[in-house]
Structure formats: C-alpha cells, structure tokens
C-alpha cells in the first residue's frame, strides 16, 4: 500500500466516524441514564405533591389523608426504580432513581412545610403551645422554628433512605427476568 492510499484511506475513515452535527440530528436533550431519567421524572411529581403536602400540612392532618400522601410517596419512589432497573437492567439503578426522587421528594416537602410556616405560622404557633403545655415546657417563638427546622432535616434524610429502600425493591420487581438454563 503506498502513501497516497494509505492518506486517503485514514481522511475517509475519520470523516465518517465523525459526529453528524447537522441540524436534521438536533433534538432535545434528554437524561440518557434510566436512573436519572427516571429519578427526575417521578421525583419531580413527588416534588409537587409533596410541596402541597408540607404546606397543608402545618395544620395536623387527619390520619386517612396522611395515609394519602404517604402511599403516593412510597409508591412514587417503587415506580421510579421499576422503571429505571426496567430500562438499565439493573437493580442498582432502581435504587438510584429512587435515592433521586426521595431527594427530590424532601426538598419538596422542605419547601411546603416552610411556605406553610411562613403563610400560617398562628396555626404552627397552636400545635408547639400545646405541646409545649403537655410537655410542661415554657414556649417560645424559636421553639416553634427550631422544631420546624429540625422536622424539616429529619424528613429530608427519610426521604432519601426510603428513596434508596423503595428504589431497589422497585428495581428488583422491574429488572429483565434472565431466561432459565433448564
């Protein structure tokens, strides 16, 4: 082979393994992980759900619509680990999605339960006096702020646990079934 082949040959195989940036292969961008994918879908669902949750739920809720919101939750976090070991086939991706949507589960619940203590802080002010007086605790303002700030951290922190928990028994009810060698 001389030298003029052997150019040619290397310039014609570097012009057809170069990327197509035309504008016919333009399309949105689009998480290619199933784990973030799927984790961002789902989690930002839960996001709003549960924004609406921490907001309506500075008032004590009754136990039915609590259950409510926490069924949603818990089953958001399996399907977002279905999905994501579904499309990766992978169990550790059904947990990541689910550790992705529960972040994103807390964050919203942080975000509810703040904008509700701010809008009604009157009704966060009567359940801490309460349980300041059963406690036989003196109240104070910042009782009632630290409290809310310390509910705030401790949910955020379940909420990621039970997105990793929830995510991986997601993705093993969603991994491919591996065919038997029987």
């Known amino acids: ?94 947990a990541l999605a689910g550790l992705l949507a529960g972040a994103l589960l807390g964050v919203g619940y942080a975000l509810g339960a703040t904008i509700g203590a701010i809008i009604d802080f009157a009704a966060l002010r009567a359940v801490y006096v309460s349980a300041a007086v059963n406690a036989h605790v003196p109240y104070s303002d910042q009782l009632a702020i630290i409290g809310t700030i310390v509910t705030v951290v401790l949910s955020f922190l379940v909420s990621l646990g039970a997105g990793a928990a929830c995510g991986a028994i997601g993705g093993l009810a969603g991994r491919p079934r591996r065919a038997s060698g029987i």
């Open 1 to 94: 082979m001389d030298m003029q082949t052997a150019s040619s040959t290397a310039s014609s195989t570097a012009s057809s393994t170069a990327p197509d940036t035309s504008a016919s292969t333009a399309t949105t961008v689009k998480p290619t992980h199933p784990s973030l994918r799927y984790g961002l879908l789902v989690g930002a669902v839960l996001l709003v759900f549960e924004t609406i949750h921490g907001v309506v739920s500075v008032n004590p809720l009754p136990l039915p619509v609590t259950a409510v919101f926490f069924l949603v939750a818990i089953g958001g976090l399996l399907v977002a680990g279905y999905l994501a070991a579904r499309a990766s086939g992978r169990v550790g991706g059904g």
